[in-house]
Every structure is written in C-alpha cells, then in structure tokens.
C-alpha cells in the first residue's frame, strides 16, 4: 500500500481538487490511503473566527459565511450544483460550527479543547467534498474519520499519539487487502474519550505518516506545490536549487530548522519503518521531487558542502548572567528544568566557555512565562546578586546549514561566518549541532531573508555573485553608466561570474525602486512617473530592502549626495564614486569615510575622479602596497584645459574655443571650475592623499590664469567678460 497527502493548495479549490484526483485514481493507487488537508488558508480562517468571538468580535460571523462561501462555490464546481446531497452536508456541517462559535462567543472563553473542535472542521469538509466528488464521478473509495484510528492524549492543539494504541486500530482496519481506496481527513485525532485534538499545525503530513508506519507503505508520498524539497525556502530565494536524494536525519534537520515542505514529526514513524518518503508536486507531478530514505550517502551526487538553509521567525534569546554562576554545577539544570515545568520548548542552547552565562533560544510566544518561571526559579541568587535577573531579546530569527557531509568538511562555520559578516550581519549566538549535522546563528528578524540568501549565494551560488546596484545621479554620466551596465550585463555574467542588478535610481527629484531589477530599456519614463523624493528616502529605501551585495553608486556632483556615504558604509553598503567631494573635502572626512569602509567591510572606491577611466588611483595603491614610495607625479588633469590649450591659437576668440569645449561635454555645468584650476586642484589633492600625504586645499598652489574679473557673475557674464579679455589670452 501508498499512503498519499494532498495539501491545502493542492484542493484550494474544484479545479486544484480535479487535478488531485487525477494523480490519485491513476491505476498505481489504487490501494492506497489517500490523506488531505483543509482547504488552502482555511484553517487559519477558522482560528481567527473563534479568537474573534472569543473577544466578542462579531466580525467572526462574516469570517464563517466566507468560509462557507468558499466551501460552497467549490462543491457547485465539482458537482452540478443540482446535487443536493454534498450541499447539504456542507450546509449542516456549518450549522453545527456556527452554534459553536456562537457558543464561543457569549461564553468569552476558547478553550485549546475548542479550539481543535472549531480547526476540525477544516480536513472534516475537505475530505467529504472530495469524497462526495469522487461518488459523482463512480469512483469507488471509503470515506474514513482519521479520529477513529489516531489515539492521542490530551494535549490539544498539539496533541501526542499513543502509537500502540494507533498501531493497533489501523493495522487491524487497513492490512488486509482491499481493492478500494481510502480518503482521509489529516491534521484530526482524538484522546481516549473521544474528544478531537489536532496534530499540530501542518500536520496532515503526520497523519499520513502514521497511517504509513502502521500499514508499513511501500511509498509515503507528499504532494505539495513545490517540486520537493529545495536548498532554501522558494518564497525567498530565487536560484534554489532541487534536493533529489536527502536521508532522514537531514530532513529532519532542515524541517526543525524551518523548512516548512515537511512537518518534523513526520519523518520519525516513516524512518523507524524504513519506509521511503517522496516529496511531489501536484501541479507539476512529473517532476523528480525529493526522495527522502535511510542512505546517508544519498546526497553524495551533488558535491556542494551542505544540503540546505532553513530559517526560524518568532525567536527570542534568553540569557541569565552572574558572577555568581561560575563553578557551580546544577545552574543549567535548574534553568531548563523550569523551562521544562512550563513546556517552554528550547530551540537552541550556548553557554560562554567563562560559565558566565547560559543562553537559550525560544519561541517568542513562550517569554513570558519562561522569564517568570526562571526568575521564580533563582529568586535567591537574584536577590543576593549572584545572578542577574533573566535578559530578554525579541524579534530574532534562526538561520541554519544543514548538511550530512558536514562533518567531512572545514570551514563550513568559517565560510557562513564571513559570508553574514561581509553583508553586515550580526549575529547575536551561534549553535552547532553535536551531530555535526547543523550550524545555526541566531540573527535579528529584519536581517533573516538576507541572510538565507547571503548563505545561498555563498554555499550554492558560488559561482554567480549578484549584485544590487543604487545609482544617484542620471544626467550625461550616468545615463551612460546604465547603458553601458545594459550593454555589459551579458559579458559580466559569463565571464566574471557577476549578475548585474540595477535595483534603485534616482535623480534630484525622483526615486525608482524594484527589487526584482529595473527594466534598463525603459527606466526613464518609470523614473519620471514616480512621485517626489528626496537622496534620504532613496537612501532610507536602500538601507529598509537590507539586499545582498548593495553597491551605492555616486554619478552626481553634489554635496547631498557626498553626505550619504557615511550612511552607506555603516551598513556594509559599498560605495562607488565619480563624484569628487568627499575625496577632496576637509583630511579628516576623507580617512574618518576611509576607516568606516575598513570597518564594515565595504569598499570605497572612487577611481574616476582622477583620469576618466585610465586606472590611476588602482596603480598608486598598487605601488603603496608593494612598497614604493611616491616622490613625484607629473601629470595633465584636466579634459577641459586640454582641450582649450590644443584649439586656441588666437585665430578666434578664447570663449569661442570655450563654448565649444563646453558644447562638447568636457566642461563642469560652470566652465570655471575647470579654467579657474579647482577642478585641478582636487585631483591633485586625491592623488597625493592616495600617494600617502596628509594635505588639504590650502597646501595647494593654484597660479590661475583667468583674470580675478572673469569670476564675477553668472557663467554668462563669464562668457562676456572672455571676450572683454580677448588681449589677455
Ligand atoms: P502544504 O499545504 O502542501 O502542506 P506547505 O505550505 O505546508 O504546503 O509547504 C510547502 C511550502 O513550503 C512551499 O510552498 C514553500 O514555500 C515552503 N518551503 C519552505 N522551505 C522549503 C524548502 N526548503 N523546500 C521547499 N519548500 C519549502
Ligand atoms: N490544515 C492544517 C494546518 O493548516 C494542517 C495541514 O494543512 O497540514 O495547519
Ligand atoms: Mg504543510
């Protein structure tokens, strides 16, 4: 026998249903255990009404008329909507929940007992519209209540199953032969009495692994919507990878660790009985999927360290500090023995080598009676302060690699240390599993989708680096640094390896963001379309998407825009620059932006504000860094005097050669900052600041040519005053 489980996306809806039966009737499954979900989003639905009439919330009642809306349309679908009989069912089905709720409702009071009876309703409706679907169409099956054959105590919302008891039932049902197939409700059991419980959440996975395990199935197969298992979460990641071959310590491992394809105890019933579990998807069922089994050297066709990233959201650290604790055995286990009286679940465990402190990883939901039942527990040693009374920090998330062959490896801890460190990434503990199976880092929640795809890219995506890049600034120069990336973006990638991604632009005005990569075809009139903004939203955007791999890029001139770096770099945002006044500002800016780009890791790199595109800046920091010393440099800085000094000869006026220089592009917006030597005069000051010299503006000597009238006024005035001048030039 097959026991098979269709999630909630796989029967959303009558046209995912008719594909779910399809896979199903095929001819292979036909002696098979079918298992099945809620409809998708249901059973949160479901929960929230009874939360609402709970706290007198009469919203709850439209909650139910959705979900009864919802259920209705899928049988009309299904089933011509003349087929009284499943209508029927659904209709008293919610009869009965709305007395429930009702009942919820003016009491003020949801009980976890409840709670499960309302969730039932969810698998209880699915399963019997399938059903009803599958009599409409003659094909022969059995309806079973899971609740008849799950034994579980008392625990509701969570409840734990008596496998004996369970064993027993199922196998005394199921092991003869059948020629029929069975359709049952996940997710629902019942204690001793009776009385639902439910699993935990996802857990119709679990139901049919236990119906597995007791039949002992040839297949446990799991039909989701994903094409099974994936080196990270599809929902953040775009380049995951499938995992065809995983063993059941590893997937264990990794649905611990948040990968939410799998419900962890699901694994156990099907590894006790060696039996193989594939996971399949429903909308793509001929693809491989995953299959997990006992063969640890199963992953040994790929040849990558580690086999997957997961995540947990919701976790807070707790750590009790003292003086007084060093030495002295026992605190740790007074610690989780309290936890342990409260059912505080612990995720993750370090204790400082100093035996200073201890700290633990929960479920956020969990503090608050953890940090009472803790600081009731060493009462004592906090008043006599021995010990400091339980610390808390919220909002924290768990990131983990998990991998068999981890073991076999260096490094591993060393590569995902510096991959988070380079992205500036904190991180606030770090665990490695003693089955050398996992290494896990517990990271602030706003930093947890970065860092699932910083440790894809660097465990999986060694090969491509993708880089976010925020461009300031998209007049002439920078208009042609985004055709010049489009025209580029091809070779980048095929041969440095690099996928270029422009993800923000902005000009004095406006502010354009996608982090899905701007369309460089069209960029200009989505630019010009978006509302007014100014250098601090685009910045405060940058830094809010918190991407992999940002590049801040400078195309303007100005002082605003100079004013950000500091802003850039502190968040290990590199930073790229044509502009020239942060290079050239007051010594004391220019090393305090040198140093912040040494301390978090992230370049400051500004080599055309000297000689265009000629690799200047990159030669001196070469020379510096193989031990030369600079003790002259000779050189002609300006674009604009070259052009000037080659094309006047006095047979047309100065200001003609001028205007030309200018209409030709080489000049600054204002000609004088070139012809009045300023220009000059910051190249001069970044090449010998990068030459090693401590010198500012003022050291410099600037001989001007431009007579002291010719800086009066606007650069009109300018251009009347050359004229006036002609003699002098
Ligand atoms: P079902 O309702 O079928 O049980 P779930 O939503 O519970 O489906 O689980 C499938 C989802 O798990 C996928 O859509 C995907 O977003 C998520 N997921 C998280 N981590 C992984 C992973 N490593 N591999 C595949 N899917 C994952
Ligand atoms: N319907 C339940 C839930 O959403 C069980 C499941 O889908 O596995 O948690
Ligand atoms: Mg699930």
């Not at 780009?597 to 030669?619: C, H, M, Q, R, Y």
């Not at 900052?673 to 300023?678: F, K, M, P």
Request: aromatic share 8%; net charge negative.
């Amino acid at each position: 026998m097959n026991v098979l489980k269709f999630g909630g996306t796989s029967v959303a809806n009558a046209t995912n249903i008719k594909l779910t039966v399809s896979i199903f009737t095929q001819e292979k499954y036909q002696n098979s255990i079918v298992v099945v979900s809620a409809l998708s989003g249901v059973t949160d639905l479901l929960i929230q009404a009874a939360v609402d009439a709970s706290i007198s919330n009469g919203k709850y009642i439209e909650t139910l008329n959705h979900i009864e809306q919802k259920h209705i349309d899928c049988v009309v679908e299904l089933i011509a909507a003349n087929n009284t009989e499943a209508l029927k069912t659904v209709q008293e089905n919610f009869i009965e929940l709305k007395n429930i709720c009702e009942g919820i409702y003016r009491l003020g009071e949801l009980t976890a007992r409840t709670k499960d009876k309302v969730v039932s309703f969810g698998e209880l409706l699915s399963s019997k519209i399938i059903s009803s679907y599958l009599s409409s169409i003659n094909f022969k099956h059995q309806w079973v209540d899971s609740r008849e054959f799950i034994i579980t105590d008392s625990s509701f919302g969570n409840a734990n199953v008596d496998f004996e008891k369970t064993n027993l039932k199922i196998h005394s049902t199921f092991s003869i032969q059948h020629s029929t197939l069975f359709l049952a409700p996940g997710f629902i059991s019942s204690n001793e009495s009776g009385v639902t419980t439910t699993l935990g959440r996802g857990g119709s996975d679990y139901t049919a692994a236990i119906f597995a395990g007791a039949i002992n199935a040839e297949n446990l197969e799991i039909w989701t919507d994903v094409s099974g298992m994936m080196t990270a979460d599809p929902r953040w990641v775009v380049n995951v990878k499938n995992i065809p071959h995983t063993s059941y310590k590893e997937a264990m491992e990794l649905s611990h660790f948040g990968a939410k394809v799998i419900y962890p105890p699901t694994i156990q019933p099907a590894m006790q009985k060696n039996i193989p579990i594939w996971i399949k998807n429903t909308f793509e069922p001929n693809a491989y999927g995953t299959r997990i089994s006992a063969n640890t050297e199963s992953n040994t066709t790929s040849d990558e360290m580690i086999t997957g990233i997961s995540s947990i959201n919701h976790i807070s650290l707790l750590s009790l500090e003292g003086s007084g604790m060093v030495g002295i055995p026992g605190f740790s286990k007074r610690l989780f023995e309290a936890l342990a009286l409260e059912k505080v679940n612990v995720i993750l465990i370090t204790q400082s080598s100093s035996e200073h402190s201890i700290c633990v990883g929960v479920n956020t939901v969990d503090v608050e009676k953890a940090k009472k039942a803790v600081d009731t527990a060493f009462d004592y040693e906090i008043a006599t302060g021995k010990v400091e009374p339980l610390v808390v920090e919220k909002d924290l998330s768990i990131v983990a690699v998990v991998g068999d062959k981890m073991k076999n490896h260096q490094g591993i801890s060393g590569k995902m240390f510096s991959a988070l460190g380079r992205n500036g990434i904190n991180i606030r503990g770090i665990a490695q599993g003693s089955s050398e199976r996992n290494i896990s880092a517990v990271v602030a929640y706003s930093d947890v989708k970065k860092a699932v795809n910083v440790l894809h890219e660097a465990f999986f995506e060694s090969s491509k680096k993708q880089l976010n890049i925020f461009i300031a600034g998209v007049g002439n120069v920078g208009n042609k640094l985004v055709s010049q990336l489009q025209q580029q973006s091809e070779y980048l990638l095929n041969q440095l390896n690099i996928q270029i991604k422009v993800t923000g632009l902005a000009n004095s005005k406006q502010i354009l963001i996608n982090e899905d990569g701007i369309d460089l075809t069209n960029w200009q009139e989505k630019l010009a379309a978006t509302p007014q903004a100014t250098i601090d939203d685009f910045t405060d955007e940058i830094v809010k998407r918190n991407l992999r791999n940002s590049v801040f890029v400078d195309v303007s001139a100005s002082a605003v825009v100079a004013a950000v770096y500091g802003k850039m770099l502190e968040r290990s945002i590199a930073v790229v620059a044509c502009n020239k006044i942060t290079a050239s500002s007051a010594y004391d800016n220019y090393v305090h932006i040198k140093n912040l780009s040494k301390e978090f890791n992230a370049p400051f790199l500004f080599e055309t504000n000297v000689g265009a595109g000629l690799p200047i800046i990159d030669t001196l920091n070469n020379l510096i860094k193989s031990g030369d010393k600079i003790h002259k440099m000779q050189a002609v800085l300006s674009g604009t005097l070259n052009f000037v000094f080659n094309n006047y000869d006095a047979t047309k006026p100065f200001a003609e050669v001028v205007k030309q220089a200018q209409d030709e592009g080489y000049t600054e917006p204002d000609p004088r900052l070139d012809l009045g030597g300023t220009d000059v005069m910051r190249k001069i000051m970044i090449l010998a600041r990068e030459a090693g010299e401590k010198i500012e503006m003022e050291d410099i000597a600037n001989n001007s040519f431009l007579p002291q009238e010719c800086f009066d006024g606007s650069v009109d005035d300018f251009y009347k005053s050359m004229l006036k001048n002609e003699e002098h030039f």
